[in-house]
């Protein structure tokens, strides 16, 4: 199974062949927002009009088979933390305030569609066919670090019976290994999280560093028991007419993102 492009007139997203509930990977073709946030602008903070975004939640919803009120939209920090999210939480981020600082959601509830925002982080979604959980996850190079692809993993066995062995987990675009570019610090802060085990998925140029990311959040899936894993091969740096990269456009971009809906499981 492999993640492939969808398109749907100018609309371009991504999804992944092993997750059955809908669900997409963002790409900033299809929308109407304008300037350097052209075009499916996601981000609610990156001074776009709100109606701009709201219309880009709408084609999205349309294509996908969502509505807007049941989004749900957080304030992320690059951290660790996981929030359960249920009825109460329908609309955050556009008809009611942001969940607070977090970086990755889960819940069990029919309809709700979960949210995170990225532009050369990446994006991870989790589908759970067995209790119907889903889970969507910002992992920057610090939430990667603090291994945030298994606190979501935890998070949908703790709270909604979840087997690792069942759980489905897509990784979108992101920085590849091609452009992401660090001093020692990040490679560092990845080897005393997961010891010897990360090396080959860091090299080393000269004073400075190239990482993976896909790649080490795949070895966090795995080790918390996660086999179904479909990776993306998409860079949004090599890809940036496709795709926003704070990189190449030094913060003045849009967000991309990815959504996925939770749906009842049938019998």
């Not at 100018?10 to 963002?26: D, K, R």
């Not at 992320?76 to 933390?81: K, N």
């Not at 532009?119 to 209790?131: G, Q």
């Not at 969507?136 to 709270?159: D, F, L, P, Q, Y």
Request: aromatic share 6%.
């Amino acid at each position: 199974m492999s993640i492939i492009t969808q398109n749907q007139g100018t609309l371009q997203y991504l999804t992944a062949e092993g997750i059955s509930v809908p669900h997409c990977f963002t790409t900033r073709l299809g929308g109407v927002s304008t300037g350097s946030l052209s075009s499916l602008n996601i981000g609610t903070s990156r001074g776009d009009d709100p109606r701009n975004v709201l219309e880009n939640y709408k084609i999205l919803g349309d294509a996908l088979g969502f509505e807007r009120e049941n989004l749900v939209l957080a304030h992320q920090v690059h951290s660790d933390i996981v929030r359960v999210v249920g009825e109460q939480n329908r609309g955050a981020g556009l008809f009611q305030p942001a969940l607070p600082d977090c970086d990755a959601l889960v819940t069990n509830q029919p309809g709700l569609a979960l949210v995170v925002f990225t532009a050369d982080c990446t994006p991870i979604l989790f589908h759970d066919p067995v209790t119907g959980a889903v889970g969507a996850a910002h992992a920057g190079w610090r939430g990667t670090a603090s291994a945030i692809a298994a606190r979501t993993v935890e998070a949908m066995v703790k709270h909604f019976g979840s087997r690792p062995q069942d759980i489905r987990a897509a990784i979108g675009p992101n920085i590849g290994m091609c452009h992401f570019e660090t001093n020692a610090d990040v490679p560092q802060a990845m080897e005393a999280a997961f010891g010897e085990a990360v090396r080959p998925y860091i090299r080393r140029a000269g004073s400075k560093y190239f990482l993976d990311l896909k790649q080490i959040n795949a070895m966090v899936l795995r080790r918390a028991g996660v086999s179904h894993i479909e990776i993306s091969d998409a860079c949004t740096v090599c890809e940036s007419d496709r795709f926003w990269s704070h990189r190449v456009t030094g913060g003045d971009r849009g967000s991309q993102g990815a959504v996925i809906v939770c749906r009842e499981v049938t019998k």
